[in-house]
């Protein structure tokens, strides 16, 4: 059920939500009024959130920022936050995207001796399942690439960052009490979020951004302040997400 609620509210904060409902509003209002705002308002969200300038500069207050693993020091465990594969069932096989990073990383900081264990979290954030049991299909993945399995960790049960938090500090409290140091592995966009989570079940944990989206210097390109752009429109929705999420943890 919360799951469900959690996917209506996604919806409801898209910016695609937003202009459906004022080109709507534009196209079948009767007061005249009504529709004039209605129009403007349709503009206003397509100039803004397709611009990338924008985009960007609201991505470099929230993030945050990645470091180089010589800049961290040993930790017992580098915890990685699933939402990294879909599944594809035609091939039978897990089907990487962008934030694969995450996983990317941690195998890099694994090799060089900056964790001891792997812990991957997650299954899947689908409503209806998709054949996807991330930590489970991951594990077995990485032993194939010879990690030993003793050196995997998994929590296969979560579905969303809150409970990944929750259910990855019962693991640890309740099978892994002598683990006391842990590098939380997750994009930099959902590393606020991330790390909110996990204090919020007084689990100490040091952030590891993956996947940054803008970095500590600004480089823009001349379109990407004047030129709209359909994938910053959608990249929107993956901000918006998670500033909500963070500000509900302060209200609940």
């Known amino acids: 059920m919360i799951l469900i609620l959690s996917k209506i509210i996604y919806f409801l904060i898209t910016p695609l939500t937003w202009l459906l409902l004022s080109i709507f509003i534009w196209a079948f209002a009767k007061k005249k009024k009504v529709k004039q705002m209605a129009k403007v308002s349709s503009i206003v969200i397509i100039l803004f959130f397709s611009n990338t300038f924008i985009y960007k500069e609201a991505l470099r207050l929230w993030e945050i920022p990645a470091v180089n693993k010589t800049e961290i020091n040993h930790h017992d465990v580098g915890i990685v936050l699933g939402g990294m594969f879909e599944y594809d069932n035609d091939a039978n096989r897990l089907s990487i995207r962008r934030g694969g990073d995450r996983i990317w990383q941690a195998i890099d900081l694994y090799k060089a001796k900056k964790i001891s264990k792997i812990c991957i979290v997650g299954k899947h954030g689908n409503v209806i399942d998709r054949g996807l049991k991330e930590a489970e299909q991951l594990k077995v993945q990485l032993v194939e690439w010879g990690i030993p399995e003793i050196d995997i960790i998994t929590e296969t049960e979560s579905r969303n960052t809150n409970e990944n938090a929750k259910f990855t ?36 944990v ?47």
């Open 169 to 204: 500090a019962a693991l640890f409290q309740q099978s892994y009490p002598h683990f006391d140091s842990f590098l939380l592995i997750t994009s930099a966009r959902h590393m606020k979020r991330a790390k909110a989570s996990f204090e919020n079940y007084e689990f100490e």
């Open 206 to 252: 040091t952030p590891f951004s993956t996947d940054q989206y803008v970095g500590k210097e600004r480089f823009y390109h001349w379109d990407e302040f004047i030129i709209p752009s359909a994938d910053t429109f959608n990249g929107w929705f993956g901000l918006i997400k998670e500033v909500v999420g963070y500000v509900g943890y302060g209200l609940f």
